[in-house]
């Protein structure tokens, strides 16, 4: 069964560096997603993104974070500076036209 | 804004027991609702969905849930535990004009033997 995979599983990063977590989305699906799930919190919608554009944004995806599908099959979302705040489970997720979202299983992200 | 409430952050139950995972939404119109279920190590699977057709949705593993709009409700029901069942267990909604999930906080399920 096809499956949403991510990269890495867990990533460890310094305040103020840079990341990259990286998606594989359902090879025929058309929309993606950036979700974000802090230590005992609700999980968060960040962006949305079809047809090489951002649909849908929230309040925390400010200019910190960009998303690109680079190629054909990934989907990556971008840390610039990152925060201890942004620490956090980083959940990935892909739809088709029937709507439903597939996700991954995720990447832990902690800043130190 | 929307928003879901999942009352119980764990619930316990016995095998054989009937499981219920309480969800109320708050939407000017009936909005989506989801149940999704998270196994540890795992991403979030899709258990069951209501899109304004019938008002009780049937899903996987032998899970069913019911649209109340009376009592803005979309509790998740299973007759009989399965050891297999322990999991997380979360509810969202989404406007119609949007794929955007709106989370609960999640409830961890506990089977017994």
């Known amino acids: 069964e096809p499956e949403v995979t991510q990269t890495p599983s867990h990533q460890v990063t310094q305040m103020g560096q840079e990341v990259i977590l990286r998606c594989v989305p359902i090879?025929?699906?058309?929309?993606f997603y950036w979700y974000r799930q802090i230590l005992g919190q609700k999980v968060e919608f960040l962006v949305s993104?079809?047809?090489?554009?951002?649909?849908?944004k929230s309040e925390i995806f400010d200019d910190q974070f960009s998303v690109e599908r680079p190629d054909g099959s990934n989907f990556t979302l971008k840390i610039r500076s990152t925060k201890l705040e942004d620490s956090a489970m980083y959940f990935c997720?892909?739809?088709?036209?029937?709507?439903?979202?597939?996700f991954g299983p995720g990447t832990r992200l902690t800043v130190t | 804004a929307q928003s879901v409430t999942q009352l119980g952050s764990h619930v316990s139950v016995s095998e054989g027991a009937l499981v219920l995972l309480r969800c109320n939404y708050s939407?000017?119109?009936?909005?989506?609702l989801f149940w999704y279920v998270q196994y540890p190590n795992q991403g979030l699977q899709l258990l069951l969905k209501?899109?304004?057709?019938?008002?009780l949705v049937k899903g996987i593993n032998g899970f069913e849930a019911e649209f109340k709009k009376s009592e803005t409700s979309f509790h998740l029901t299973k007759p009989s535990a399965h050891m297999s069942d322990a999991a997380e267990y979360f509810c969202?909604?989404?406007?119609?004009?949007?794929?955007?999930?709106?989370f609960g906080t999640g409830t961890r399920l506990q089977v017994f033997p």
């Open positions: 997720a892909s739809s088709g036209t029937g709507g439903d979202q597939y």
């Open positions: 209501y899109t304004s057709a019938a008002t």
């Open positions: 993104f079809y047809n090489n554009e951002i649909s849908e």
């Open positions: 969202a909604v989404s406007e119609r004009n949007t794929d955007k999930l709106i």
């Open positions: 090879s025929n699906h058309l929309y």
């Open positions: 939407s000017s119109v009936p909005p989506y």
